[in-house]
T-cell receptor, first 112, second 118 residues
Framework: GAGVSQSPSNKVTEKGKDVELRCDPI?????LYWYRQSLGQGLEFLIY????????KSGLPSDRFSAERTGGSVSTLTIQRTQQEDSAVYLC??????????FGSGTRLTVV | AQTVTQSQPEMSVQEAETVTLSCTYD???????LFWYKQPPSRQMILVIR??????QNATENRFSVNFQKAAKSFSLKISDSQLGDAAMYFC???????????????FGTGTRLQVTL
């Protein structure tokens, strides 16, 4: 596609439910990044994919968070048993080596 | 680990005036990239300007320019002839020149909200 697409744009969920956030990167971009932006905060790095591989998962805030990428393309960030502190905007970016990053418009997650 | 600090949570500028947003960073690396991103209410991060640390010349993009002071680890953004459309959150970001692995990620400051008034 022409840009990075994220869905859903907004998600309201009840505490304790699982949610899946989707990122569809620019075709051909091998690197994919997930960030979390909490109210009034900067962007917190969560995880990075090179192809389908995520060599470093240490940025994920807890074991309730997981992510996968299939076919070197679409990535899904899953949050299990959501908590109110998970409420944030989740941004995805894709990149080709030596080129810039392209960000999606994010998913605003609200846990009630 | 690298850190990026933006000490101005909010700034205000009148239309057509000039404003400077501050950013400092900490790193032990000698070669890296620095960026300014703009985030309007649409939430999408838009690249404003990029500076490569090995270049002494300050980057310029139309009304946007930077003052890069490598020794002081300072990277400020100057917006000239401010326009209403410049109102947004502005983030300073750092990236290692290393292209592989997690080192390729961006490290962001906490942002500065810029208001533009008539």
């Amino acid at each position: 596609g022409a840009g990075v697409s994220q869905s859903p744009s907004n998600k309201v969920t009840e505490k304790g439910k699982d949610v899946e956030l989707r990122c569809d990167p620019i075709s051909g971009h091998t690197a994919l990044y997930w960030y979390r932006q909490s109210l009034g905060q900067g962007l917190e790095f969560l995880i990075y994919f090179q192809g389908n591989s995520a060599p470093d998962k240490s940025g994920l805030p807890s074991d309730r968070f997981s992510a996968e990428r299939t076919g070197g393309s679409v990535s899904t960030l899953t949050i299990q048993r959501t908590q109110q502190e998970d409420s944030a905007v989740y941004l995805c970016a894709s990149s080709q080596i030596n080129y810039g990053y392209t960000f999606g418009s994010g998913t605003r997650l609200t846990v009630v | 680990a690298q850190t990026v600090t933006q000490s101005q949570p909010e700034m205000s500028v009148q239309e057509a005036e000039t404003v400077t947003l501050s950013c400092t960073y900490d790193t032990s690396e000698s070669d890296y990239y620095l960026f300014w991103y703009k985030q309007p209410p649409s939430r999408q991060m838009i690249l404003v300007i990029r500076q490569e640390a090995y270049k002494q010349q300050n980057a310029t993009e139309n009304r946007f320019s930077v003052n890069f002071q490598k020794a002081a680890k300072s990277f400020s953004l100057k917006i000239s002839d401010s326009q209403l459309g410049d109102a947004a959150m502005y983030f300073c970001a750092y990236r290692s020149r290393v292209n592989t692995g997690t080192a390729s990620k961006l490290t962001f400051g906490t942002g500065t909200r810029l208001q533009v008034t008539l």
